[in-house]
């Protein structure tokens, strides 16, 4: 009974860090729902690019989170961003609303919809104590993420590649675990299924970011729908890309504080 206790207590605790870390983006979905009633006053993009902007900041200087972090965060920024400008220009989705931050169609608030995947796990590492065991090689990491951002733009050319890759994933990380702490106890999650998990709950919001019309597909200008299946392995994807980006800094950190 007191075991069943321990980890009631422990699953409530684990909520509770989970909520914080997502703090970003839970605000930024809050500024989505609420966008349309400043329409008076700016566009809604607009009004998302400067509530993202003031989010940053307010995270920053109460300290929720670091410089590192916000770093870290400002790149995902940009890499987003360019994949936004591809895809749109490709008719993969798009922002059919007016704005004075559209560049080709992008408006430049959708780079932060990537940083707070980043900011998520940025919060994360740093809440739960997050270490990792049987990490690959840093090598191939780094080459397996690289593969995955490039299959984003290269789809559009020749062969999808996502599930050669995918083998090539389940074969890199198949011994690597997640170890994380929740007050004095460890515990322990496959990284492979790390990456499904947090895949899918992004897939989740990605269903409520496009009821809110923070962007669209072709087939939900009509009318919403319910997003595709398929983005669950987009989502997955970009997770992978994102841990390992995330997970590379921080052990590249930590070598060096070493030394």
């Known amino acids: 009974m007191a075991k069943v206790k321990t980890y009631v207590r422990h699953l409530i605790v684990f909520g509770i860090q989970q909520a914080l870390c997502c703090l970003f983006p839970v605000l930024v979905f809050a500024s989505l729902a609420l966008s349309h009633l400043f329409t008076g006053v700016l566009p809604r993009y607009d009004f ?64 932060f919809m990537y940083a707070s995947v980043a900011s998520y796990m940025c919060q994360a590492w ?13 090598v191939w990491a780094r080459v397996v993420g ?75 200008h009509k009318a919403w729908q319910l997003v595709n299946f398929q983005k669950l392995s987009s989502w997955a994807f970009l997770v992978i890309v994102s841990f390992i980006i995330v997970a590379e800094l921080k052990m590249l950190k930590d070598k060096r504080e070493t030394v």
């Not at 984003?152 to 994933?169: E, K, Q, T, W």
């Open 48 to 111: 998302m690019l400067l509530m993202c902007i003031i989010i940053q900041i307010a995270l920053y200087f109460t300290k929720i989170e670091t410089r590192d972090e916000v770093f870290v965060i400002c790149v995902f920024h940009l890499l987003g961003l360019a994949m936004e400008l591809f895809k749109v220009h490709f008719h993969s989705w798009s922002y059919p609303e007016a704005a004075h931050t559209k560049f080709f169609g992008v408006p430049l608030y959708s780079g």
């Open 146 to 220: 690289g593969c995955i951002y490039i299959n984003f733009f290269s789809n559009h050319f020749i062969h999808d590649a996502r599930y050669l890759i995918g083998i090539f994933v389940v074969l890199l990380f198949r011994k690597a675990n997640v170890l994380f702490r929740i007050q004095n106890s460890i515990y322990r999650i496959p990284v492979i299924l790390s990456f499904m998990l947090i895949g899918f709950f992004i897939w989740l919001a990605e269903n409520i970011a496009t009821r809110l019309g923070a962007w669209q597909y072709a087939y939900q």
């Open 126 to 138: 740093r809440r739960l104590d997050l270490s990792i065991i049987n990490w690959p090689n840093h």
